[in-house]
């Protein structure tokens, strides 16, 4: 593997540079791009999502039984309270206090960013923002649990307001769902919880089953076919946060930056599959040269080592650049899901000038982890480039906006003439003659 990590580095001095930079965007962005709406994968996301809407329950059980190698009925869907209860009950105590620490933070970033208390209504017009009634929230059944993931998309969700919330995940831990997941939507106070996962679960959501009402939203992370089939619902029945994978980390690192520090945030991401991403750029050689036999040797350490040596190998690179200005301008062309700035005391500096990223971690003792499970942003961020348009999951997406208009008499007849006008030249004469009549005496 030492020898494969050679071929991280790319030089700009090299005459190579420009066409090996262009085809690992290539190569990363179509990783991270959803499966075409002609493609196999597509094709049988749709099948499985037109399946469960006829069929409700069955569908789901049908398609648990085949992808999870489950056995569940309809009934068996859902989780108990007193199984919520004995799985919170039976959590290490030291783990449960680290998870409502967590909480608490979460819970205050989110208060503090949200908009929904800001209604306002003057001089005829106004806004007013409302909570969406119902969300569901995907948590990936990965081998190990996610508590992380229920934590920062349910309490941005409670903070809004939404008075119901779904959780569903797969059944990969002996026919169920971790415990860890289910004690921390206890504590959260999540009494719907439903033990199915993928394409099945999004269209259970999307559409409602017999036994599963529908959602106005579902958020959340989860493998290409649970975005794959987010993008298929969404806009259609329901709303969605954004398309949440591949994980992908862009550490711009100066000269100072600790090489150590930088290949463990590399390995961090890498570590999730083998399709994640970690792409350095600094204007730094000798640095490169560091970071790439760190690599190696915390690699030869790492229990997923295998995992990720296949995403460093496919879809990570340490990048030299000419100076710091290109390496911001780098970043902002990948507009990565996590970026860290690892440039001592410039690092806020840089941190100004990026335009485009899910989310920013300035200064050498900001690791993603700390965003993960801590701060209080949501780690639930838009991956493939898409932070160009689309932002991180904060409490302000379960809210929605009403604008209203209330004139009086007066102020009708103040814009009549003009608003007549309007009308008549795009030739809507009702819409014209609905004001007029309202002059008529």
């Not at 026919?175 to 033990?195: F, K, Q, T």
Request: glycine share 8%; with cysteine.
């Amino acid at each position: 593997m030492s020898a494969e990590l050679n071929n991280l580095v790319l030089l700009s001095s090299e005459p190579d540079f420009e066409a090996d930079l262009a085809k690992l965007r290539s190569e990363m962005l179509l990783a991270a791009r959803m499966a075409g709406y002609d493609s196999e994968q597509n094709r049988t996301v749709a099948a499985i999502l037109c399946d469960v809407a006829e069929r409700g329950d069955a569908a789901v059980a049908e398609y648990t039984r085949k992808f999870d190698s489950v056995d569940i009925e309809a009934g068996q869907f859902r989780i108990g309270a007193e199984e919520l209860a004995r799985a919170h009950e039976a959590m290490d105590a030291e783990l449960l206090a680290a998870l409502r620490k967590a909480i608490e933070n979460v819970r205050s970033y989110q208060s503090k960013i949200f908009i929904g208390n800001q209604s306002q209504f003057s001089a005829g017009t106004g806004i007013r923002y409302t909570p969406i009634r119902r969300a569901g929230v995907c948590v990936p059944g990965a081998a190990a649990p996610l508590p992380s993931t229920v934590i920062m998309t349910v309490v941005p969700a409670q903070v809004a307001g939404v008075k119901e919330i779904a959780v569903v995940s797969p059944p990969r831990c002996q026919g169920s769902i971790h415990p860890v997941i289910l004690g921390v939507c206890h504590e959260l106070g999540v009494e719907e919880v439903y033990r199915i996962g993928g394409v099945q679960a999004v269209g259970a959501l999307a559409y409602g089953t017999q036994s599963i009402a529908k959602v106005d939203k579902i958020v959340g992370p989860g493998n290409s076919w649970v975005q794959a089939a987010k993008n298929n619902v969404a806009g259609d029945c329901v709303g969605i946060d954004s398309i949440a994978g591949p994980s992908e980390v862009f550490i711009i690192a100066g000269a100072e930056a600790n090489p150590a520090w930088v290949a463990a945030d590399m390995l961090s991401q890498a570590e999730h599959a083998a399709d994640s991403s970690a792409v350095v750029a600094t204007d730094s050689a000798p640095l490169a040269r560091a970071i790439l036999e760190q690599l190696t040797a915390q690699l030869n350490v790492l229990p997923r080592g295998a995992e990720a040596g296949e995403s460093l190998r496919r879809f990570s690179r340490i990048i030299v650049v000419e100076d710091m200005q290109a390496a911001i301008e780098l970043a902002d062309e990948f507009a990565s899901e996590h970026l860290e700035v690892q440039c001592g005391d410039r690092s806020r500096e840089v941190a100004e000038q990026i335009r485009n990223a899910g989310a920013i971690f300035i200064g050498p003792h900001t690791p993603v982890a700390v965003g993960d499970y801590w701060a209080g942003p949501s780690h639930t961020l838009p991956t493939g480039a898409r932070a160009t348009f689309s932002s991180a999951l904060t409490s302000n997406d379960f809210v929605k906006s009403i604008s209203l208009i209330e004139y009086s008499a007066e102020q009708l007849a103040a814009a009549a003439d003009d608003i007549v006008r309007l009308a008549q030249t795009e030739g809507l004469d009702a819409h014209a003659r609905s004001v007029d009549i309202r002059r008529q005496k």
